[in-house]
Structures are given as structure tokens and as C-alpha cells.
């Protein structure tokens, strides 16, 4: 157990000291700041009125308000919960094979599967650290903008759903890990993370009837952030979510027990 924990450490702080980290922070800082711009944008169209592209965007958002606003919230942290993670756990898997360092760990007196667990904590709670701070600097961002229609209960309504919603997406991550370590490379989980942000749309938009049945689509369902004009997720979607994300964690430890790491 304590070498188990002493793993955890190591993964928390190079986490912690690496560049990554503050780099994905200050994206999702951005993301947040520039929604709540939008939002600027979408009350005050004079704002903007010599930037086609930027009222463009803005007059997708419908009405200013928080009922807008926070479902905006709440949808974007969906999309950035499939790419944020995706990229903090390419990036925690990934980086033992590009700095060569893989050998190195494997030698230690530490189990594999204590290690690979430790990846796989830092990588989920990584991700969920990124969402919340986007959530609350939107809400924040939107104070600031001064939206009409705050209540405390659609802060409460919509802060569950995103919590929630966040949670079912980033048990995900693991099939992310498998190919990371599988490829031993960024580039093909990453191609991997955008195939499965495009499909997901067709899936949800365009052949909805399977949606319950394809793992990144689920969370939406479940959520109810897909809308009212997609099918509920049943039992066996619930099912299929579950075992996507243990049959990637099974395969990263699999593949980190028997692979040649040569």
C-alpha cells in the first residue's frame, strides 16, 4: 500500500511541476473567458458589428441569459471533457515513451499495476480539476456580463448536470490510454480523440436511433443534455459505458504486464 501511494505521489507531483499542467489550465481559462465574451457579444451585438465572424458565433447562442448560458456551460464541458481529457491522459501515458523514460519506471520496486493506477487517478481528477475551473469562470464571466434570469436553483440544476455529466465522460478516458500506450506515441490517440468528437456528432445528430449504444454518445443521454428529440439511455447503455471504460483500463494494464516495453 505505501508503495502504491509513494507511485501516486511521483505521478501528482510531475504532473504538478510539468509545463502541461498550467498549460491546460490557462486553455480552459480561456475557453470560459471567451464564452462568456460570446455571451457580451450576444446582449450587446454593437460590440461587434465590424467582425463578421465573431457575430456569427455570438447569434448562435439564442437569448443572453443564464438558462442559455448555463445549458451552453453544461454542453461545452461535454465536448472539452472528451478533448481535455483525452489530450491530459495522452499526455501522462505518452510521455514515458517520448523522453524514454518507460524502462525506467518499470524497474522501480513498484508494482506495474500500482503505477498504471496512479496514471489513471492523476489523468481523471487532472481533467475534472480543468472542467470545474471552466464552469466556475464562466459563471463568474457571466456575473460580469450581468445575464438576466439568475436563480439558485438553475445554478444548483445545471451545476449537478454538469458534475454528472463531466463523471460519465471521463470514466471514458481509458480507452485513450490503451492506444497511447499501444501506438507508444501522441499522434494516433490524438487522431483517435478527434475520430471520436466528429463521430459522436453523426451519431447524436444524424443517426440518433444508435446513440444509446455508442459509449461517447451516452453521457449526453443520460445527462439529458443531448435534448428532448434523442432516445433515453436504457439499462444496457449503462452497460455498454461501464464496460468501454474497464475494458480499456484492462487492456493498458494487459498490455503494461505482457507488451515488450523495449
Known amino acids: 500500500m505505501n508503495r502504491h501511494f509513494t507511485a501516486l505521489y511521483i505521478e501528482y507531483f510531475k504532473a504538478l511541476r510539468s509545463k502541461m499542467f498550467w498549460i491546460t489550465i490557462i486553455f480552459f481559462l480561456f475557453i470560459a473567458v471567451m464564452m462568456g465574451f460570446l455571451m457580451l457579444v450576444s446582449k450587446h451585438p454593437e460590440i461587434a458589428e465590424n467582425s463578421a465572424i465573431i457575430s456569427t458565433k455570438a447569434s448562435f447562442i439564442g437569448k443572453a441569459d443564464w438558462q442559455s448560458y448555463l445549458e451552453l456551460l453544461v454542453q461545452m464541458g ?6 481535455g481529457s483525452g489530450i491530459v491522459t495522452v499526455w ?3 510521455r514515458e515513451y517520448s523522453d524514454r523514460t518507460i524502462k525506467d519506471i518499470l524497474v522501480l520496486p513498484v508494482s506495474r499495476f500500482s503505477i498504471l493506477s496512479s496514471k489513471f487517478i492523476i489523468a481523471f481528477f487532472w481533467s475534472l ?3 470545474i475551473i471552466m464552469f466556475l469562470t464562466g459563471i ?4 460580469i456580463v450581468s445575464l438576466d434570469g439568475w436563480t439558485k436553483e438553475l445554478f444548483t440544476q445545471n451545476f449537478v448536470v454538469f458534475i454528472k455529466s463531466s463523471l460519465l465522460t471521463l470514466i471514458l478516458l481509458s480507452p485513450v490510454a490503451l492506444i497511447t500506450c499501444m501506438s507508444r506515441s501522441y499522434l494516433l490517440p ?5 475520430l471520436i468528437m466528429i463521430v459522436t ?3 447524436i445528430m444524424g443517426f440518433n436511433a444508435i446513440s ?3 459509449p461517447w454518445a451516452i453521457p449526453a443521454l443520460i445527462t439529458g443534455v443531448a435534448g428532448p428529440g434523442n432516445p433515453e439511455a436504457n439499462i444496457l447503455s449503462k452497460i455498454i459505458l461501464c464496460f468501454t471504460s474497464l475494458l480499456g483500463f484492462a487492456g493498458t494494464a494487459v498490455w503494461w504486464r505482457y507488451a515488450d516495453q523495449h
Not at 463568474?140 to 456575473?143: D, E, I, N, Q, V
Not at 490524438?190 to 478527434?194: D, E
Open 212 to 214: 444509446p449504444y455508442f
Open 190 to 194: 490524438v487522431g483517435f480523440i478527434i
Open 201 to 203: 456528432q453523426f451519431v
Open 129 to 131: 480539476l480543468l472542467l
Open 140 to 143: 463568474l464571466a457571466g456575473l
Open 78 to 83: 461535454m465536448i472539452l471533457g472528451v478533448i
Open 92 to 94: 501522462i501515458f505518452g
